[in-house]
């Protein structure tokens, strides 16, 4: 599986902006995709992640409620809706898949390139 990540972009605090990650190959039915993100200077962390099977979600508590991960299995895309943006969302953003799911990055082993997102204050 090879995952291609879009969609980044500059918007204003308070804005919203949606990313993409499409996937060439299959994604079993055990497969979790996820999206991270890293700081300039900071560790890759957890952002939030879907189940392919049964479309469970999972988010880390700093976007809760702000962003939201789905799926579109026809299309073999996930899909990150960011609102609500805040500058300390700014990051290069990165989807991944695995087997299973996890908050670590070392659970993933495909990796899409970045996309880079800029919130201004």
């Known amino acids: 599986v090879q995952l291609q990540a879009s969609g980044g972009g500059l918007v204003q605090a308070g804005g919203s902006l949606s990313l993409s990650c499409v996937a060439s190959?299959?994604?079993?039915?055990?497969?979790?995709v996820a999206w991270f993100r890293q700081a300039s200077g900071k560790e890759r962390e957890f952002v939030a992640a879907?189940?392919?099977?049964?479309?469970?979600?999972y988010y880390a508590d700093s976007v809760k409620g702000r962003f939201t991960i789905s799926r579109d299995k026809a299309k073999n895309t996930v899909f990150l809706q960011m609102d609500s943006l805040k500058p300390d969302d700014t990051a290069a953003y990165y989807c991944?898949?695995?087997?299973?799911?996890?908050?670590?990055?070392?659970?993933?082993?495909?990796w899409g390139q970045g996309t880079l997102v800029t919130v201004s204050s």
């Open positions: 879907i189940r392919w099977s049964n479309d469970r979600t």
């Open positions: 190959g299959r994604l079993f039915s055990s497969s979790v």
């Open positions: 991944a898949s695995a087997g299973s799911y996890s908050t670590t990055v070392y659970n993933y082993n495909r």
